[in-house]
């Protein structure tokens, strides 16, 4: 039989690349005279900006260094054995570079194997284990804990989460099974299924020791001092850690059905990780930890071999790596300051820049309007934010006052914008007002400043080709809500130089914005693919296909809403006008619907009533819809969509709009939240042949997204 240090060496030389974690043993006398203790110390020797993974290499150090207090404690020179982290990191869980380069489904067993057989001898040693999360704690990290018999958690960790059913896969070396019989399988729930499929929600230490997961809580100052006193205690029998009973009936049953209905809601049955998770929760009621902990290895292997796993890692790197790293951006060398900003109106949209540039970049920002009273709202929308984020703890009163003082407004933009470093307009979206409006900064700002504009899908080159100084003006497009959606496409014109471009991504990074580099064409990336999105929607309702039936056909995409609502939140104005400016520029492939314009004539503000607390088709809007005779199925409208984006995400790039399809997923997932199961977009039709039905290629190449061949 292939023992444990075997299994994890044949690992090991997949993965030549790993960034190994040493398991440093070090011994220390207990206070209160309690007994010698061994604390392992999980470190991979570089700093709190690398966080520590477990790869095959780094379980196998684990792997000795519980061999050695194995020993130790079974000769009883030991009372007791901690785990613990490197400054600011406990442990972020697995090496996900290792998993993607897995091409056998018994590799991938190995690997879940591998990680259980370490880690479930700290909960057979013949002493007593502790788990000292001191910093982040992530997925193979917190399940490392889980299997000691007791842990503590400091007061200042940031970051603590199972985030694996939100790449595609299961906490699968202990979470599914030790987690719900830990702390219930309700609250187990929260933390593997919503928390994760809540965009990666992470839990703070308060949350983390309320939940039960930690018995104990420090401040982060002294922690690992008063979590071995606290230790000692637990030693001596001056502390009993009692944990409340676990409900194994009806509740455990409630809670896995409230975790089908999440993920239901998130993922509509398209991707599997939610439901191979909820499986094993499920089995895990009569808490038999050897049938969880191969139900889990088998959910891993079978998820590591799938396309949702590699699209999410894709996904993931896409955020984590090209998202701070934008192809195509000037040296950074090449920017200049920005000491002041101002924005060109006082809107709910030029509202929420304001208030982000006084955050991020923490300096003066002024709004100009063509009244007082519009400027007053602003100013006050921007005042008010700040109150709740006071309110709230996410600022102190210094601070906020700061902030206050920070954002003014005036009706007069020589005086407002003399000083000004990078000035961004948020008008009206129609080509001759923005023109004035820039024609009018650049008659008062200083020779360097920026000119920006928010533009969602006019030419930033027209905008500025009325301008003595066109080099200047880049676009700046946020999406809505400003504070949440991360995607900031920047968008270059015929005449921007270098120096404007490197000034906007470096304002960019200080927004904490992911910055895409765009091409000057019709409605850039997401608008231009959502439109054709919505569009094909629009084209086979207005055809005959029942709105309802439309809707579902694209639900196993596992969108974060459906068509029509996203529709409701943009607004059917803006939703026609992006059409109509697309129409013009491509108007083979983009239509303009006639039932779209009643619904905006009649002052609509979108498809459906919200009473019942479901959408529900407005009987006027109903009552307004014009339809043709042919009534499609769902699959039929789903393939034509997806047809329909495959070739003009191909168009798109032989356009050159973006650098790369991977810019058009990470230009997908942080500005309209596709989800990370799909990779954005391109690996999904690669994945159902869409791709090469159509443009006769795949956006991708194979084993990137995918399964290496």
Known sequence: MTTTAELLKGAAELFPDEVVTQAHVRHLDLPQGAGRFALITLDNGLDHTKPTTFGPASLANLNAALDQVEKEAAEGEIVGVGVTGKPFIFAVGADLKGVELLKRHEDALAIGKGGHDVFKRLSTLAVPTFAYYNGAAMGGGVEVGLHCAYRTVSAALPAFSLPEVFLGLVPGWGGCTLLPNLIGADRAVTVIIENSLNQNRQ??????????????????????????????????????????????????????????????????????????????????????????????????????????????????????????????????????????????????????????????????????????????????????????????????????????????????????????????????????????????????????????????????????????????????????????????????????????????????????????????????????????????????????????????????????????????????????????????AFPDRFTVSENLKRVVEAGKRGFYVHDSGKPELDPEVAALLEQGDTVLTEEQVRLRVLEAVAQEIGLMLDEGVVAEAQDIDLCLITGAGWPFHLGGITPYLDREGVAERVLGRRFLAPGVASVPA
């Open 203 to 584: 839990l703070k230490g308060e949350q983390v020791y309320e939940l039960g997961i930690a018995d104990a809580i420090f401040e982060g100052a002294d922690f690992l001092e008063q979590s071995l006193i606290w230790t000692a205690s637990v030693l001596r029998g001056e502390i009993q850690v009692v944990r409340p009973e676990v409900d194994r009936g009806e509740a455990w049953d409630a809670a896995v059905e409230r975790g089908r209905a999440i993920a239901d809601g998130k993922v509509h049955g398209a991707a599997p990780a939610a439901y191979r998770a909820l499986d094993i929760i499920a089995a895990a009621k009569n808490g038999d930890l050897r049938q969880g902990f191969d139900a889990e290895d088998a959910a891993l292997a079978d998820l590591i071999m799938g396309g949702e796993l590699r699209s999410g890692i894709y996904a993931f790197n896409l955020v984590q790596k090209r998202g701070k790293r934008p192809a195509g951006a000037p040296d950074k060398s090449l920017a200049r300051p920005v000491t002041k900003v101002g924005v060109v109106g006082a809107g709910l949209m030029a509202s929420q820049l304001a208030l982000l540039f006084a955050r991020r970049l923490e300096v003066p920002v002024v709004l100009t309007d063509i009244d007082q009273e519009r400027i007053d709202k602003g100013v006050g929308y921007v005042h008010a934010e700040i109150d709740k984020l006071l309110l709230k703890g996410r600022v102190n009163q210094d601070k906020a006052n700061r902030l206050k003082a920070a954002v003014t407004g005036s009706l007069d933009k020589a005086a407002a914008f003399s000083d000004a470093d990078f000035v961004i307009e948020a008008v009206f979206e129609e080509m001759g007002v923005k023109q004035q409006v820039f024609a009018e900064v650049e008659a008062v700002v200083p020779e360097h400043a920026i000119l920006a504009t928010n533009t969602s899908s006019l030419s930033v080159s027209e905008m500025a080709s009325k301008l003595r100084h066109p080099e200047r003006v880049v676009g700046f497009h946020f999406f809505n809500p400003v504070a949440v959606l991360p995607l900031l496409e920047i968008v270059r014109g015929d005449k921007t130089d270098d120096a404007s471009l490197a000034t906007a991504f470096g304002v960019a990074k200080k927004l904490k914005k992911t910055a895409v580099l765009v091409k000057d064409a019709p409605a850039f990336v997401v608008n231009r693919i959502l439109t054709r999105f919505l569009g094909e929607i629009q084209n086979v309702i207005d055809e005959g296909t029942p709105v309802e039936v439309a809707e579902r056909a694209v639900e196993p995409l596992g969108l974060p809403m459906s068509p029509l609502v996203l529709l409701e939140l943009v607004g059917p104005a803006i939703g026609l006008h992006v059409s109509e400016t697309l129409h013009q």
